[in-house]
């Protein structure tokens, strides 16, 4: 069955960097858009960035653009948002999502918390 | 892009139906058939329960329905059971490779 794993998130520091990873499993990686969904506690959701199959196309939401990074390696089964300069309200639980399409989110896993204070 | 407007709650009676509402603008919601709807129990992952508008994917229930009106698109959850108590959004594809979310519906079984 579809798997996204999340891995990386943590306690950071206004300003530093943290980078998290989403493994899949279970359907052809190569294939697929994934994107970053994040939901601060308590809040509700909030797009962050999308990566095309092959890597090739990128976007990001203004919140967070010029500061994270998204990427993949096709060969790893893995996704990565490079998190700098990270804020107060950067906090969040991190979720990596498969595109069904290019214009909705079909598998999502458990995402990864990403605490940013001081 | 502001988020799409959702109201706050909504509830019904097992067997009974609910409609959850979410308001957009002419650059999203009106502009594209890219409405989609997600349910997320306490503690969970969301989980997709219908796409481009109207579209369920396999294994959601029937029960589940969706529709779109202009600005407004619509999720109605008929024959309300007990594991249908969870946060609902909305989320509908702004253009410019932009996607925007919807404040979120708590759903209660009363």
């Known amino acids: 069955q579809v798997q996204l794993v999340e891995s990386g998130g943590g306690v950071v520091q206004p300003g530093r960097s943290l980078r998290l990873s989403c493994v899949a499993s279970?359907?052809?990686?190569?294939?697929?858009?994934v994107h970053w969904v994040r939901q601060a506690p308590g809040k509700g959701l909030e797009w962050v960035a999308s990566?095309?199959?092959?890597?090739?196309?990128?976007y990001y939401a203004d919140s967070v653009k010029g500061r994270f990074t998204i990427s993949r390696d096709n060969s790893k089964i893995t996704v990565y948002l490079q998190m700098n300069s990270l804020r107060a309200e950067d906090t969040a639980l991190y979720y990596c999502?498969?595109?069904?399409?290019?214009?909705?989110?079909?598998?999502w896993g458990q995402g990864a918390l990403v605490t940013v204070s001081s | 892009q502001s988020a799409l407007t959702q109201p706050p709650s909504a509830s019904g009676s097992p067997g009974q139906s609910v409609t959850i509402s979410c308001t957009g603008t002419?650059?999203?919601?009106?502009?594209?058939?890219?409405v989609s709807w997600y349910q997320q129990h306490p503690g969970k992952a969301p989980k997709l329960m219908i796409y481009?508008?109207?579209k369920r994917p396999s294994g959601v229930p029937d029960r589940f329905s969706g529709s779109k009106s202009g600005n407004t698109a619509s999720l109605t959850v008929s024959g309300l059971q007990a594991e249908d108590e969870a946060d609902y959004y909305c989320?509908?594809?702004?253009?410019?490779?932009?996607?925007?979310f919807g404040t979120g519906t708590k759903v209660t079984v009363l």
């Open positions: 279970g359907f052809i990686f190569s294939n697929y858009a």
């Open positions: 989320t509908s594809y702004a253009g410019t490779n932009n996607y925007v």
């Open positions: 990566i095309s199959y092959d890597g090739g196309n990128k």
């Open positions: 481009e508008v109207t």
């Open positions: 999502a498969r595109g069904g399409g290019w214009y909705f989110f079909d598998h």
């Open positions: 002419s650059s999203d919601v009106d502009d594209y058939n890219y």
